[in-house]
């Protein structure tokens, strides 16, 4: 499968099954989109009539142009055939009940009462509460016990907000590292929290054992306090910020994200992302709201074209940025086109209800955070493992080629067939397609490529 389009004044041409991306001029460009449906001979024919007075494209240039089509075509890099259809069933099969990864929501209450919170500020839907040391021990235990021949594992602790229970996180970062090397594992540690509770022993701790801090903030002002409230309805922009700079500054800028949310009031989130710039923060993220479609907050039709348009003006600001030597990251734009992900995971996703799995504070295992509090997606618990095996099934039928919907889309190998959670909640089932955010998806994957073609492209012209 091929895909082709223009962005930023680049041609760009996409194999989907190779993995092979292509910069071309204008008449390649014609060539490819032509070459399916017509011989070589009528391609000439059509494309010398689109060109007609233009006396550098002749006809043995477009006759050239075929031929090195072909090549690409036989040697793989071009139209290549979808053969990993077969696979799809037998990945996460190969794997067994292999667990790589858990979210231990340590704290099911929050400090914040933020409006579009899809854990209902925390609570998931159920009753507030913390996790005990007990019942995270037992979790490490069984990630442990189930991690195979595995030897990096990853947890992050998750809430609400885990910060509220903040010395159970630290002695269960200390037993982690006492079972290491009897078990001859490595534990990595992340951190997702709102900020309010920011204080030096958190900065010290969390440099020193968090391989990754995720800070939520909404960028503008009157955007984050439009949202991100506390009980009494006041904003935490002020309170959070300088914290926010101080740890990231203790980091040294590195290996943490800025994690916004936008909704129907921003659709213009790139302002947003300027802000946080502005702010000197580089390692930036902005992910559409998860609510119902009734919600306030809900993204609409229209903004559709408007949060596409952002993106697409994003990718451009990074490429200005770069040229100017004040790069930032994106989490979204993050994409190797040398190497890329394999092909497993192209395939099986990010391995939501298998390889990773959320813990509750009372140690009930659901396929992921966005599962929690409803009680059909609970999967069993740390002490009996998995018990509702055909729930785990389901989730591993999960992948690219899942979904009647993805069968002729370019970026299935991209998205892996998309979120589980975003598929049941805009369509009751884990195998639907919420198509708005695959329109969002294919946007920034298109964004992605242009920008690592665009920096080809500046690089080949500066040693010319």
């Given at each position: 499968?091929?895909?082709?389009?223009?962005?930023?004044?680049?041609?760009?041409?996409?194999?989907?099954?190779?993995?092979?991306?292509?910069?071309?001029?204008?008449v390649?460009?014609?060539?490819?989109?032509?070459?399916?449906?017509?011989?070589?001979?009528?391609?000439?024919?059509?494309?010398?009539?689109?060109?007609?007075?233009?006396?550098?494209v002749?006809?043995?240039?477009?006759?050239?142009?075929?031929?090195?089509?072909?090549?690409?075509?036989?040697?793989?890099?071009?139209?290549?055939?979808?053969?990993?259809?077969?696979?799809?069933?037998?990945f996460?099969?190969?794997?067994?009940?292999?667990?790589?990864?858990?979210?231990?929501?340590?704290?099911?209450?929050c400090?914040?009462?933020?409006?579009?919170?899809?854990?209902?500020?925390?609570?998931?839907?159920?009753?507030?509460a913390?996790?005990?040391?007990?019942?995270?021990?037992?979790a490490?235990?069984?990630?442990?016990?189930?991690?195979?021949?595995r030897?990096?594992?990853?947890?992050?602790?998750?809430?609400?907000?885990?910060?509220?229970?903040?010395?159970v996180?630290?002695?269960?970062?200390a037993?982690?590292?006492?079972?290491?090397e009897?078990?001859?594992?490595?534990?990595r540690?992340?951190?997702?929290?709102?900020?309010?509770?920011?204080?030096?022993?958190?900065?010290d701790?969390?440099?020193?054992?968090?391989?990754?801090?995720v800070?939520?903030?909404?960028?503008?002002?009157?955007?984050?306090?439009?949202?991100?409230v506390?009980?009494?309805g006041n904003?935490?922009?002020?309170?959070?910020?300088?914290?926010?700079?101080?740890?990231?500054?203790?980091?040294?800028?590195?290996?943490?994200?800025?994690?916004?949310?936008?909704?129907?009031?921003?659709?213009?989130?790139?302002?947003?992302?300027?802000?946080?710039?502005?702010?000197?923060?580089?390692?930036?993220?902005?992910?559409?709201?998860?609510?119902?479609?009734?919600?306030?907050?809900?993204?609409?039709?229209?903004?559709?074209?408007?949060?596409?348009?952002?993106?697409?003006?994003?990718?451009?600001?990074?490429?200005q940025?770069?040229?100017?030597?004040?790069?930032?990251?994106?989490?979204?734009?993050?994409?190797?086109?040398?190497?890329?992900?394999?092909?497993?995971?192209?395939?099986?996703g990010?391995?939501?209800?298998?390889?990773?799995?959320?813990?509750?504070?009372?140690?009930?295992?659901?396929?992921?955070?966005?599962?929690?509090?409803?009680?059909?997606?609970?999967?069993?618990?740390?002490?009996?493992?998995?018990?509702?095996?055909?729930?785990?099934?389901?989730?591993?039928?999960?992948?690219?080629?899942?979904?009647p919907?993805?069968?002729?889309?370019?970026a299935?190998?991209?998205?892996?067939?998309?979120?589980?959670?975003n598929?049941?909640?805009?369509?009751?089932?884990?195998?639907?397609?919420?198509?708005?955010?695959?329109?969002?998806?294919r946007?920034?994957?298109e964004?992605?490529?242009?920008?690592?073609?665009?920096?080809?492209?500046?690089?080949e012209?500066?040693?010319?």
């Amino acid at each position: 499968m091929v895909h082709q389009y223009q962005l930023n004044g680049c041609n760009i041409v996409l194999d989907t099954c190779s993995g092979s991306v292509h910069a071309v001029d204008e008449v390649a460009y014609d060539v490819i989109a032509l070459f399916p449906d017509k011989s070589g001979g009528e391609i000439v024919a059509e494309l010398l009539q689109k060109y007609a007075g233009r006396p550098d494209v002749t006809e043995d240039d477009l006759r050239q142009c075929v031929a090195d089509v072909e090549r690409l075509r036989d040697s793989g890099k071009l139209f290549t055939p979808d053969t990993y259809a077969p696979l799809a069933e037998t990945f996460k099969d190969r794997s067994g009940d292999v667990v790589k990864a858990l979210c231990l929501h340590v704290a099911h209450t929050c400090n914040l009462n933020c409006a579009y919170c899809f854990a209902s500020q925390g609570k998931y839907h159920g009753q507030r509460a913390i996790m005990s040391f007990e019942v995270g021990r037992q979790a490490l235990d069984y990630l442990i016990a189930h991690s195979g021949s595995r030897t990096n594992l990853e947890v992050d602790f998750f809430g609400g907000e885990p910060l509220m229970n903040w010395e159970v996180c630290k002695r269960l970062v200390a037993y982690a590292r006492t079972q290491e090397e009897p078990h001859h594992k490595k534990f990595r540690f992340t951190l997702t929290t709102n900020g309010m509770l920011i204080d030096d022993d958190v900065i010290d701790f969390a440099n020193r054992e968090m391989s990754n801090v995720v800070l939520s903030l909404d960028g503008r002002k009157e955007i984050h306090d439009r949202c991100r409230v506390d009980y009494a309805g006041n904003g935490s922009w002020e309170r959070i910020v300088p914290k926010f700079q101080k740890l990231v500054a203790a980091r040294g800028g590195k290996n943490y994200y800025m994690r916004g949310t936008f909704t129907h009031a921003n659709p213009d989130f790139l302002n947003d992302i300027n802000c946080m710039l502005d702010l000197g923060f580089t390692e930036l993220s902005m992910e559409p709201v998860v609510c119902a479609p009734d919600d306030p907050a809900a993204l609409t039709e229209e903004d559709l074209p408007v949060i596409l348009e952002q993106y697409e003006k994003l990718a451009e600001e990074m490429l200005q940025r770069e040229r100017e030597g004040r790069p930032f990251t994106f989490y979204h734009y993050m994409i190797d086109l040398t190497g890329g992900p394999c092909i497993y995971k192209r395939i099986s996703g990010c391995g939501s209800g298998t390889e990773y799995m959320a813990v509750t504070p009372w140690g009930d295992l659901y396929p992921c955070h966005q599962f929690v509090g409803e009680e059909k997606f609970r999967l069993g618990d740390i002490w009996h493992g998995v018990t509702n095996t055909a729930m785990r099934d389901s989730f591993r039928s999960c992948n690219a080629y899942a979904r009647p919907e993805c069968a002729d889309c370019w970026a299935k190998l991209y998205c892996s067939g998309g979120c589980a959670a975003n598929a049941y909640h805009a369509t009751g089932s884990v195998l639907g397609t919420y198509e708005y955010g695959c329109k969002i998806f294919r946007k920034r994957i298109e964004c992605a490529i242009m920008i690592q073609v665009a920096e080809m492209l500046r690089k080949e012209k500066q040693s010319d």
